[in-house]
């Protein structure tokens, strides 16, 4: 009777640990409710990580096309690896607007089946989008089940993810400028000592655009048409005017990315290449990738954007790419160079008008408008 007693106990000892475990893996109440809404409008809503997993290694693959650098894509395989070694990754670097295009072309053509996350051209992106899983993303971090910032994740769109920053500095070589002469504001760049070619501004506008959010369209505008007044030295990309500031050819430039300068830092032995942080300071997404629709393995695709959002995979960011991790992570090199610093954020809302206001500032440069068709 006893033995009988205690078997039953342990019976019901079993159905309760088995219930509790259901139970607590059961989605609740607000993610059932996130769920519905996101299906409602034609998205895919995941609410396990477990089955995100599970899934990953059925799958056991996954194909990257992204605007990565070489020794990051070494780095990130090897530690991606380490981490889900079910997953056989594979990444492919895309660079440049030629080869943006030439995919797009793909894309539409329905020849570009074998890639599950494709990278996507900031401007080109509507023509990527209906080519793109619709799953939320956002809905996803936000409640937990993918351990992403939600800020990295495009809040208009739902589908697509930033997981790095790209931020405007000021370059200059200090063999040519003195800490007394260094800008520290904007507009620092419009006093009489900076006129005429005694530094370099990029023709694409697009730091000065970037200062949109922080100081509306009019101010930008009348701050672009000063600096144009001022006579600069007009360029086409921070790369060139970088390597020639080292030469100590030119003095200063106005707005190159952080992540330009350091990678031009590493090559200069003299040490002349240095940066100051001017306020507010432009930021934007960068590495915007997403899952193309209908692609074959979409739950490691969901397992590789948690990863590149985990403090591992941007201090690989840091190393590599170079210093271009997110700024919504904290202790990565981008969050404590800005920590405390007034940012002008080019937000995901943002991201639809940015040509134009490109295209404004080019004007008040005084460039003429392309002609139309």
Known sequence: MKIFKMAALLAIFELWAVGSIVFAAAPGPDLLKAR?????????????????????????????????????????????????????????????????????????????????????????????LPYLERIDLLGMAEHGVLAIPPKMIDSRNRNIVAPLSRFVITAYNKNLLSAGQLPKSWEDFLKPDFKGRKFAADIRSREVAALVPAWGMEKTLDFARSVAAQQPIWARGGTRVITSIMAGEIPMMLGPYFHTLKRAQEKDVSGSLQYVIVEPVPILPALELAIRASAQHLNAALLWFEWMASPEAQKLADEHEPVSSSVYVRGGVVEQELRGKKLSVVSWEDQANFGGWQAKVFEAYGFPKAAGK
């Open 36 to 128: 519905g809404e996101a299906e409602a409008k034609g998205f895919i809503f995941i609410t396990g990580h477990d089955e995100i997993v599970t899934k990953a290694k059925k799958e056991g693959q996954l194909r990257v096309l992204a605007e990565m650098e070489p020794p990051n894509i070494k780095a990130s395989i090897a530690a991606f690896t380490r981490r889900y070694p079910f997953i056989n990754l594979h990444i492919q670097e895309i660079t440049g607007t030629d080869a943006a295009r030439r995919f797009i072309l793909e894309l539409q053509a329905g020849r570009a089946k074998d890639w599950d996350i494709v990278n996507l051209s900031r401007d080109f992106l509507g023509d990527y």
